[in-house]
C-alpha cells in the first residue's frame, strides 16, 4: 500500500511539472504572434530586458528599456508597469525572458508573455527595429562580407558564437581556445552574438553558445550548449 502511495504521489508530481511546463510554453509567442499581439494592443507594455548598449543598438519600437540583471529590477516593474495589463518581454535569445516572464508571474502580474528566440530570431525574420545609434556603419562591426572572406581563405573555420551573460560561453571558451588556432590549422572566430545581429540572423541564433564549423567553404557541423572536449575533439580531428 506505501509503495502504491508513493507511486501516485510521483505520478501526481510529474502531471503537475509537465503541465506548468506546458503552461509557460503559452506564453512563449513565435515573432509574428508577438508582432500581432503588439498590434492589437492599444498601449503595449513592451520590455526590452538587455543592456542599454544592446537595446541602444536595436530595439523593437517603441519598447522600454529594463534591464534585468539591474538590482533594483523589482521595484523598476512594479512602478512602471500596471499588472492588470498585459506585458510583452523580449532578450537576446528568450532564455531570460522566459525567466523574467515567471519572476512577474509570481509578483503578481496577471498577464506576461515572452518572445520566443528573442530579438535573433525577430530579427532573422525580417521584422522591423530601430537604433538609437546615429552612424552610416552598419551596427555589426563584423559584417557578413568579412566573415565569408575568413571562410573563403581558410580550410578549417569554427565559429564560437557567444554573449556576455552567457555561463556556459565562459566555460567553453578555454576548450574551444586550446583545441584551435594555428597549432591545428583551424581559424577560430569568436562573435559576440548581441552585438553582431546581422551574423546572429545569418545563422539564426537563438541559444549560446552555438558552434559552427566549416571546412573548405562548407558548414559540416554545429552545436548549440555546453559540450565535452572529447566530444569536441571528434568533430574537429576526427
Keep these: 500500500m506505501k509503495s502504491l502511495k508513493s507511486f501516485l504521489f510521483l505520478f ?10 506546458k503552461a509557460q510554453d503559452l506564453y512563449g509567442l513565435s515573432p509574428d504572434l508577438f508582432q500581432q499581439s503588439l498590434r492589437n494592443s492599444t498601449d503595449p507594455q513592451l520590455i526590452d ?3 542599454e548598449e544592446e537595446f541602444r543598438k536595436a530595439h523593437i519600437r517603441n519598447a522600454q528599456f529594463i534591464d534585468y540583471a539591474q538590482k533594483d529590477f523589482k521595484n523598476m516593474v512594479t512602478t512602471k508597469l500596471q499588472k492588470t ?8 535569445t528568450g532564455t531570460v525572458a522566459k525567466n523574467a516572464m515567471l519572476y512577474l508571474k509570481d509578483l503578481g502580474f496577471q498577464e506576461v508573455y515572452y518572445l520566443y528566440g528573442g530579438l535573433t530570431g525577430w530579427i532573422s525574420q525580417s521584422k522591423p527595429y ?3 545609434i546615429q552612424s552610416t556603419k552598419p551596427i555589426a562591426a563584423l559584417t557578413n ?6 571562410i573563403s581563405r581558410n580550410q578549417n573555420v569554427f565559429i564560437f558564437l557567444s554573449a556576455p551573460w552567457c555561463k556556459y560561453c ?3 571558451e578555454p576548450i574551444v581556445k586550446k583545441n584551435t588556432g594555428d597549432l591545428y590549422d583551424i581559424k577560430l572566430v569568436k562573435i559576440d ?3 553582431e545581429l546581422s551574423i546572429a540572423e545569418r545563422f539564426h541564433l537563438t541559444d549560446t553558445p552555438t558552434f559552427v564549423y566549416f571546412q573548405n567553404g562548407k558548414q559540416v557541423w554545429r552545436y548549440s550548449g555546453q559540450i565535452s572536449e572529447d566530444k569536441l575533439q571528434d568533430v574537429l580531428f576526427r
Aim: hydrophobic content about 45%; glycine content about 2%; some cysteine.
Design 12 to 21: 501526481v508530481l510529474i502531471q503537475v511539472i509537465a503541465f506548468r511546463a
Design 170 to 172: 565562459k566555460i567553453m
Design 145 to 150: 562580407q568579412d566573415l565569408d572572406k575568413i
Design 85 to 92: 495589463e498585459p506585458v510583452y518581454l523580449y532578450c537576446f
Design 130 to 132: 530601430v537604433s538609437q
Design 193 to 195: 552574438g548581441s552585438k
Design 49 to 51: 530586458l538587455r543592456e
